[in-house]
């Protein structure tokens, strides 16, 4: 994570959780700290610098048991003791719960600030002239995989095929695969025999990164690269089966897929059912998504750029 945050130009410093930040950290005196985490690892960490002002969570140093360290976090605390309030009575954001737990002022939907380097940027642009097979089609992202926490947050191999056939049959042409070093095998299954194109999947979070910013649509599960996504201004076409859609702010650039499965969401690591939620999810619905990001992206797309959709109607 901290390759996201280093070289970030409103960021003085990124340290670790290594024995040689950890001792860096313990020489640094700051006006507040920020503990989002609800762990004893991150209090540990607080433990090892000084701060005058702490907001967030903090650990009872007898039982270990995490606590809001202010009131203003006590919702969000709550919220992970009590699964209906979270999965059916919350209707805010994480990022909303995340702000308020801080005590971080009004909330103004402040959108996701990550940044890239120049050298990096027109690689973006390089990899998109190479992707655009098809100059009048936007390039399409398949984020295929997810945490090993979750693996039904990730659609089946089969599943993905079936999409990307669909969507070949339509005409479009701009197919890219993208994920990380434990997706590679993954994605040649799901490509094998489809003219899709494989990213790198090998190089890190920052290759990864470039990646998805080269697409102009994503679609993928509730994931890491969803994030990456929205951070990068890309239209999202966002899955979700066990996790909650409405935790996730796409600031207007994108759709919600909700499975049809009555037990969504749950959270479970497992599951035992005969159908999961990840085959509970309609073709059609996709394709209707897919149709508001052709929208906007034909919206984006500079008047000196062709516009015409070279693909059938859905």
Not at 32 to 55: E, H, I, N, P, Y
Not at 212 to 228: E, Q
Not at 238 to 256: D, M, N, Q, T
Request: hydrophobic share 40%; proline share 4%.
């Amino acid at each position: 994570m901290h390759l996201l945050l280093t070289n970030h130009p409103l960021i003085d410093r990124v340290l670790t959780t290594s024995l040689e930040d950890q001792l860096a950290l313990r020489a640094l005196e700051f006006d507040a700290a920020f503990v989002v985490d609800k762990s004893l690892a991150a209090s540990g960490l607080l433990r090892s610098t000084s701060a005058d002002l702490v907001f967030g969570f903090v650990a009872d140093a007898r039982t270990g048991g995490i606590t809001p360290a202010t009131a203003h976090a006590e919702e969000l605390w709550r919220l992970g003791l009590d699964d209906h309030q979270k999965f059916f009575v919350n209707k805010k954001t994480e990022n909303q719960l995340i702000h308020e737990a801080l005590d971080l002022g009004p909330y103004l939907r402040d959108d996701y600030d990550l940044r890239l380097s120049l050298e990096e940027e027109v690689e973006v642009q390089a990899r998109h002239r190479l992707w655009s097979l098809r100059p009048d089609q936007p390039v399409i992202g398949f984020n295929t995989g997810c945490g090993p926490l979750m693996p039904a947050k990730k659609w089946t191999v089969d599943f993905h095929r079936q999409v990307i056939e669909r969507l070949l049959a339509q005409g479009h042409r701009n197919l890219v695969l993208l994920g990380g070093p434990e997706d590679r095998e993954r994605n040649e299954a799901i490509g094998r025999g489809f003219p899709v194109i494989q990213s790198e999947t090998s190089r890190g979070v920052r290759e990864g990164l470039q990646s998805l910013a080269a697409c102009d649509l994503i679609i993928t599960g509730d994931s890491f690269g969803l994030h990456l996504g929205i951070s990068m201004k890309k239209f999202m076409i966002a899955w979700f089966g066990p996790s909650c859609a409405h935790e996730i702010e796409l600031y207007g650039r994108g759709v919600k897929l909700m499975t049809e499965a009555s037990c969504s969401p749950c959270w479970k690591r497992h599951c035992a059912k005969d159908k999961m939620c990840y085959d509970q999810i309609q073709i059609r619905t996709i394709e209707e998504a897919l149709a508001e990001g052709l929208n906007w992206w034909t919206a984006q797309v500079p008047a000196s750029q062709p516009q015409t959709l070279d693909v059938n109607p859905i």
